[in-house]
């Protein structure tokens, strides 16, 4: 059963959370064959909701934005984007082993940094570092690990928590490699399509759904039965509120295997029968490898 089409058109104008040098403009080039990547112009964006905006006013043919963290968890503003109108699917994934530096402008040493920018989860994953290294520096909250650099050469701030390539991207040098309190860390990242664009099946996919329940005695249940009932393995379940109905959640969720094949197709038939307002953000091939962070991001 199929109620997904292909598109093969190929994908040349590609929006990724900016600027040059985060993790998810080298989990963007990981994710691209070279015959993709000679042509691909690459888009930095202000942001992971207007990397999803892109795509969805068509200005970009797909977005790469991150999803979630083994050390922080999910990307809050990606997984609410996800769930707006009009409907985007996932089509790729890329797993990159993320390393955090401490950058500078050249000369600034631990005792000049009063205040430190990165992205949330960069702060998230270094913190205990920065209270023992740096206890009196302000901490600010940059759209990303790459944006907290800018603002280091910008002078805005003394120090960012980045990756070594945004160190290259903006003219600074590392001042500490890294510092992150968990070594190990992965970031998972997803490249997102407006519909019709649905990878075939490969015999190793991953589908992400994301469904609306009625608040019930035992409707979760009912329905995370349904793909235990077909031997589905979940790999990643969390909830987001639906922002204007208080009360009310998203419940994400991965599985394994494509839409196209019998089980996940019957899966998600029977969730809706059951009630549950069921969105398909797509069944693409799972990358279970780590990679390490690759190239500029950027031509
Ligand atoms: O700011 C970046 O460089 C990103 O790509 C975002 C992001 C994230 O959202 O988790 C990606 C990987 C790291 O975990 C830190 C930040």
Redesign the pocket.
Known sequence: MSSTTRDERPLRRLGF?GPP???????LVAMLEPAESAVADLVPLHG?PAVLAAVREGLVDAGC??L??S??GA?PP?LDGLTEDPPLAIIREAV?A?R?ALIVRPGTTTEGIRAVA?????IA?TRDWITTHLPAAEVRI???????AAQVARGEVDAAV??PL?AREHGLEILVHDIADHPG?V?R?ALVARLGVTPAPTGRDRTTLALAVENRPGSLVTLLREFALRDIDLTRIESRPVRNRPGNYWFHLDCAGHVEEPAVGEALAALRRRGAHVRNLGSYPRADTPQPPVGTGHR
């Not at 040098?21 to 989990?27: H, K, L, N, W």
């Not at 990165?118 to 960069?122: K, T």
């Not at 940059?142 to 907290?148: D, F, I, Q, R, V």
């Open positions: 959370l040098g985060t993790f998810t403009g080298q989990a992971s934005v991150p979630e963290n050390v922080e990307v990606v990159l993320v955090f990165s992205h949330s989860h960069g994953q940059a759209s990303s690990t790459s944006e907290g980045s990756s945004a860390a970031t990242f």
